[in-house]
């Protein structure tokens, strides 16, 4: 592969000391624009949703077009690394989730595209708002993205905790449907003296939140999790004489497909409209986030266990899915695609965790492995 491993590393670096929230990511996909111009110049750039383009690498003859994806956003957590002479120059925002790796990866396959494919094109998606769950859903409704019509899509997440250059896949479920929603209750505030000449929430978000524990059980299975899991409650305000009027009650819901969650939230939401029906109260339901499930099909489950054994690496067939969320299965839904992680190394803080920072040492592997599945998807 002819690609500058220095300048890779040097364009990772930059990315990690000016991290961007989701939406909010303009500056750095002006900067992966300006590098790409530079240093691995596309046939063309196609706008998408918000800060989000695609650089597309035209082959030489018609033929399949293969999409990778990596993430533009960074994640509002303070890092930590005080020793690192790259660390976040914006106080509150950091790269914790390696997204900037996951650029440095892309831009490495970019310019290993300066000879083009024989036959067919390259696509390679700088997606915003992974975090938040909505933008690659964005991406693929917006209407250039019918320019693109991918054949095969493939994202990979780097992954603290496994061995350095391991590929972990699975077929099926790689990354879990994740749905973040609010049930909020309001009635009417009284002295707390004469509760009754009010309706207070107090009680049916106390019952929600237990009832939370009993759908939970009733859905997790020893061979198909599914977790029910309270995150946030507000009600009323710090003071001794009021009985409040509103209040609400945050929830995760998780499983390995839509259905378990859909039915977990149904049985939620059921059971807070009699609560809000017994206590006299309005019910409103709000979902803030939602993670389609990623679905790793067969054909390109296959092309990644093949792309590990060509370049000699070691292949982890993953016996359950993960447990966290990824908008990658918003073009799994729709595209035929897997998803697919890369070991950073077993002694390694958590991703999302103020100390995380993406190692250089895999660039190589995950350029490797994309360049592998681009021959062999457009083959």
Known sequence: ??????????LRHWLHAHPELSRDETETAQHMRRFLAEHAKPDRIIPLDGAGFAAVYDGALP????????????????????????????DGIGH???HDGHMAIL???????????????????????????????QCCLHENFTQIAP???FALHNLPGF???????????FASHVKYAAIKLSGKEAHSAQPETGASPAFALAEVTLKARDIQAKYDQPDRYALVVPVYCQMGVQASGISPAKGEAHFTLRASDSATVEFMWRDLTDFAQAKAAQYGLALELQTNEEF?????GQIPVDMIRQAAATLGLGFIDKATPFRWG????????????????????????????????????ILQSGIAMFVALVKSALA
């Open 1 to 10: 592969m002819d690609i500058d491993l220095d300048r890779l590393i040097a």
């Open 63 to 90: 033929g399949k077009t293969v999409l990778l994806r990596c993430e533009l956003d960074a994640l509002p957590i303070h890092e930590l690394n005080t020793d690192l002479p790259y660390r976040s120059t914006r």
């Open 96 to 98: 914790k989730c390696g």
């Open 107 to 137: 831009a490495g396959v970019a310019q290993s595209l300066a000879i083009r494919p024989k036959s067919g094109r390259v696509v390679l998606l700088f997606q915003p708002d992974e975090e938040t769950g909505t933008g690659a859903r």
């Open 151 to 153: 054949d095969f899509v």
């Open 163 to 173: 061995p350095k250059d391991q590929v972990i896949c699975r077929l099926g479920t």
């Open 292 to 296: 389609a499930a990623t679905i790793n």
């Open 326 to 361: 990824e908008d990658f299965g918003e073009l799994t839904q729709r595209h035929c695609g897997a998803m697919f992680g890369l070991g950073a190394g077993e002694n390694r803080p958590d991703l999302h965790n103020p100390d995380y920072d993406f190692p250089d040492e």
